[in-house]
């Protein structure tokens, strides 16, 4: 079973601009999810799909990112613009059902983005 | 706010020793996941807990999880050098729609000095 594909893998931007990342998650995978990790933190939940729709999306700042998922399949997030502290790893992951807790999420590799 | 606070942070400990990895959290939870990332790599899934007193092991480690103390444990047994990474805990936390989405802890780097 393949896992959880991101891209790109890496990106360098300057501050202002705009970036785009892509997530295709596990085939079958209702439920997908974006979260930031910082450098020595935590991932940080920023929004949750239900096929196409957002379940959660509370700690999502809604003024410069933006996600969607159309289909239900793959997933895109933007940042526009881009600030310093915007640098994180972005990581994709997926679920195979909403509602059983004894399963786990499955996450991608990640996409390194630094802001300089 | 729900917060998860890990403790220690950081853990240099050297190979055949035993410590214990702390998960605290703010609210009610009976479902706590334990992760482990590798440098430069994702996240891996350890263990999923759902309810008091679960405890569940595999290999070096063992997890458990006391709701009503609000407290999980990651226990390592006669540490080895290939368990050296950073271990996260997540208490999952059910949202109105009946999903449910994970609050993660800081991490703990774990080091194991031969």
């Known amino acids: 079973e393949a896992g959880v594909a991101q891209s790109p893998r890496y990106k360098i931007i300057e501050k202002r601009q705009s970036v785009a990342f892509w997530c295709n998650p596990i085939?079958?995978?209702?439920?997908l999810y974006w979260y930031q990790q910082i450098l020595g933190q935590g991932p940080k939940l920023l929004i949750q799909?239900?096929?196409?729709?957002?379940?959660?999306d509370s700690q999502l700042p809604k003024d410069r990112f933006s996600a969607e998922r159309l289909k239900g399949v793959d997933s895109t997030l933007k940042i526009q613009p881009a600030k310093l502290e915007d640098s994180a790893v972005y990581l994709c992951?997926?679920?195979?059902?909403?509602?059983?807790?004894?399963?786990?999420?499955?996450f991608g590799p990640g996409t390194r983005l630094l802001v300089l | 706010e729900l917060k998860v606070e890990q403790n220690p942070l950081f853990l240099s400990m050297q190979e055949g020793k035993n410590y214990t990895i702390y998960c605290n959290y703010s609210t009610t939870s009976d479902r706590l996941y334990w992760y482990r990332q590798d440098p430069g790599k994702s996240l891996e899934s350890l263990f999923v807990l759902l309810s008091n007193g679960a405890v569940k092991q595999e290999g070096r480690l063992m997890a458990s999880l006391d709701t009503k103390a609000r407290l999980s444990t990651l226990h390592i047994t006669a540490a080895v050098h290939d368990l050296s990474a950073t271990y996260f805990c997540a208490v999952g936390i059910i949202l109105i729609q009946g999903a449910q989405k994970l609050v993660f802890g800081q991490g703990t780097r774990l080091t194991i000095n031969p």
């Open positions: 799909f239900q096929n196409n729709g957002v379940v959660d």
């Open positions: 992951a997926s679920l195979p059902r909403l509602k059983r807790p004894q399963e786990t999420q499955y």
């Open positions: 085939s079958g995978h209702a439920t």
